[in-house]
């Protein structure tokens, strides 16, 4: 499966959109763009995931680039629950499943 | 519809000493997997089960690391004996199955291992 690369760490104004960068760009024709987030002392939780379009859901949107090299996670409206890991993961179609976590970025959403 | 169940949420004990985690996914869940995350960073896969069966265990310490998955529902993942690097959160997901291109995974809140 791809590498993928954030940044550690983010800053966010509570009310405003919270944009998450990842860069894949040895990501393959097969593979899908997966966000996971985990708040303090709580498992890891699904937020979205694409494969060339762009996807939006209840919680978040996700915006893929034309080449797929790269993603952005859009929280429209971050809250303080927003604060948290976020996780950027490319999962190829024919694995066993297996999500290989990076480090991940930190959102910190501020009053 | 009730989420993943780990238990104990919090274990101490002193190396060389064994440990058990159980875990119990959620309803009709056949595929069930067991991470490790050491703190500050991301989690990392150490078996998955799908059923009853082994998927991948190739990142599990296999010298004192085991699991099991009975009847394919309920899973238990043992340490024995510990090490000092083993202290970290020890995380429960299941999912469906695993499927072509969705795969969520939900996620159990873990059991937090400190070895001493």
């Known amino acids: 499966d791809a590498k993928t690369t954030q940044p550690p760490s983010m800053d966010c104004a509570e009310g405003r959109a919270a944009n998450l960068p990842c860069n894949h760009s040895?990501?393959?024709?097969?593979?899908?763009v997966y966000w996971y987030r985990q708040i303090h002392s709580q498992g890891p939780q699904y937020i979205i995931h694409g494969l060339k379009n762009n996807e939006t859901n209840e919680m978040a949107s996700l915006i893929i680039t034309e080449d797929r090299k790269s993603s952005t996670l859009i929280l429209p409206h971050a809250t303080l629950r927003d604060t948290a890991v976020y996780y950027c993961?490319?999962?190829?179609?024919?694995?066993?499943?297996?999500?290989?976590f990076g480090q991940g970025t930190t959102l910190q959403v501020k009053p | 519809e009730a989420g993943v169940a780990q238990s104990p949420r919090y274990k101490i004990i002193e190396k060389r000493q064994s440990v058990a985690f159980w875990c119990n996914p959620i309803s009709g869940h056949a595929t069930l997997y067991w991470y490790q995350q050491i703190l500050g960073q991301g989690p990392k896969l150490l078996i998955q089960f799908q059923n009853n069966g082994v998927v991948d265990d190739s990142q599990l310490p296999k010298d004192r690391f085991s699991a099991e998955r009975l009847k394919g529902v309920d899973s238990t993942l043992k340490i024995q004996p510990a090490k000092l690097e083993d202290s970290a959160v020890y995380l429960c997901a299941s999912s469906r199955a695993i499927a072509v291109s969705y795969n969520e995974q939900f996620f159990g809140p873990g059991t937090r291992l400190t070895v001493l």
């Open positions: 040895t990501i393959s024709g097969n593979e899908y």
């Open positions: 993961i490319v999962r190829s179609s024919g694995n066993t499943g297996k999500l290989i």
